[in-house]
């Protein structure tokens, strides 16, 4: 039974009142205690932290390591504090402040669409600068995450070839100076707990080698009746070989295995123009034996040398996989009754990729003009082996209806063969940057990345070499104007080569090889952060060559054809109205169409290209209750447009606007310091369609921290 939400939030509220009494009292009678052990930032989470907004800096990339305010690019930053805060799991979650940053994915769910940003869809992950192929393997484990990174726009000079949507960087916790020792316990709804510990500090008496430890395990059923086991394990060593030379290894490993999640949906073959009621009666939306399971792992180790005055080198090298084993359910649903076709779609797939990268960045003078220079090579090995043999099956099992019980249930054998389809690309780049500093208030940049691509046996004979060879040069221009050192007026110009692509195993021309393209992209925007207000603001427009997906005589065909412009303007601002109360609000407006098709798609000239929302509102708050000390809540309120299924606009996903709430309560028991949190998403229930699944419904989080 779904409990009213109000219920939800005043039960919410009186669970973490009962506890929060007796502990205050407990903390009060140890008064003495309490003052002599501060709660750390770590655990207490209030008020406005400096450092923030566009004061942050931004670490990997071409550009090296500089603050926002310094960067002629639209980039996010979200740490750790605010992920705990809202208790984030997903991409859609860790950036829900943030308008152009949205995924269709929902929690308990595979992410199997990725992230969008300015409506364009993300294929660039990292993890230290490690690239990881995500796109259709679920999100990245957050328990060993510091912080996660959203550049916009195109990518191919900061990072080389990728799809022209921007980048999501991880950064991994790293060892800290003094001892630290946190535990945790949390519960997800329905019935969904785990535990993790966080650990660090100094291994050596001098503190030279330091190490960071994060364990976690979690099992159970969330919301929608998908049943969740994970486990996550990460370590970090940084040892100090000399005050000059630092060398650093990070490592994090996931075994993850979501059970009968909701089916994933297809719009192509659906008859009506309005879609049918949306239900969260998700026992009928599962297969009672489907699956997905994932084992991820990314590792990457390197050396940081100051090795003059001003002037610093970073080597790194890295290897990230990840192992997908597919029993996942698809359905093409066909009219506003409800009723489908079901496919179950079994495969299992190895992506591995290698990683090394030299850097170095300083500064140097030629007259007035001061230089920041950034240069450097990489060399990325990627392969992958997608199994078409005996495991591999793509079918029409079962039909049904959504309102109504599924019976089916998968009786073949799988047997997670990887063999059948190998790929092979090779990327190696060499790319340098210099900031000209030209005077107090004005900077330009100039950039360019040479790339060479190369994507081998993609009709899956190691034996022959079929794919193709090409290279790009990848340049970048850009103006900062700095009125004062807290503000700043950029443009920016920027081209990003998109690599080709295999077409993949759900569409008829299967095998196909899409040929690499260059996008490109105009930005300009403000930034500014000064007296309790941060703000992000920027135009822009991306030019980017059309991938069109249709359904012909019955078969789904993918193919490059005409341009696809994605231009609009977007903002983000944050104020701190008192030392308790910061207020935020954020908008993005596109305008994005499909242009210069040939005469087989001319009907699409024009059309919104598929999955691009016109509008994306968001508004949150964060409040410190004065008079209850290391109490806070916080809430936010996202509008999501309205977008088109696919590129023909004749099938649209509705708007809506989602609210989610949470609190925390940070207190001292016994000398040892206490974090209670607790969420709830989807606040008023809102029954919706996302992209490719039904909407999450609400569901809550409550969990206890304690600092030892």
Known sequence: MRVH???LVSSLLVSVAVIATPLTAHAAEDDDTSAAKPVPSDIVVTGVQSGEGQAEVAQGGALGTRSLLDTPFSVTIVDRDDIDKRQATTIGQIFINDPSVFSFATAGTTNWWGTQIRGLGVRNYYIDDVPLLLYWGGDFPLESVERVEALKGLSGFMYGFGSPGGAISYRTKRPTPSPLLTTEIGWRSN??????LDAGGPLTQDGRLGYRLNLSGEKGNVYNGASVERFVGSLALEYAITPDVKWYATATYEDSTLRHEPFQIYWSAYQDTVLPKPTYDYDKLNIANSSYRTRTLATATGLDWQFA?????????GYTSKLHHSNKMFVNLLDRTGDYEGYAYNFAEWDRNHFAQAMIQGEFRTGPVRHEIVAGASLMLNDADFGLNDGYHWGNDFNGNIYR????????????????????????????????????HIQAVLGARYTTYRLLDTDGNAATNSGYRTSAVTPTFALIYKPTAYASLYASYVEGMEPGSRVGATYANVGEVLKATVSKQY?????????????????????RAATIDRLTDGKRFLSQDGLTVYQGVEASAAYDVSRTLRVGLGAIHLDPRIRRVSP???????NIPGQAARWQVTANADYSFAAVPGLSVHGNFRYFGKAPTDDTDRLYIPGRTLANFGLQYATVIGGQNVLLTGNVNNLFDKKYWGLGNIGEGRNGALAVKIAW
């Open 5 to 7: 939400a109000l219920g």
């Open 191 to 196: 019935s969904d707990v785990y535990g993790r």
């Open 309 to 317: 005055p001003q002037w610093s080198a970073r080597l790194t090298y």
């Open 405 to 440: 019980d599924q019976p089916f249930r998968v009786t073949r054998d799988i047997s997670w063969s990887t063999d059948g389809s190998p790929s092979r690309e090779r990327q190696s780049a060499v790319f340098a940057s210099d900031t000209l500093h030209l005077g107090e």
């Open 523 to 543: 930005e300009a925007g403000v930034k500014y952060e000064h007296g309790g207000l941060s703000l992000a603001g920027a135009a822009f427009r991306i030019e």
């Open 600 to 606: 087989d798609n001319a009907d699409l000239a024009g």
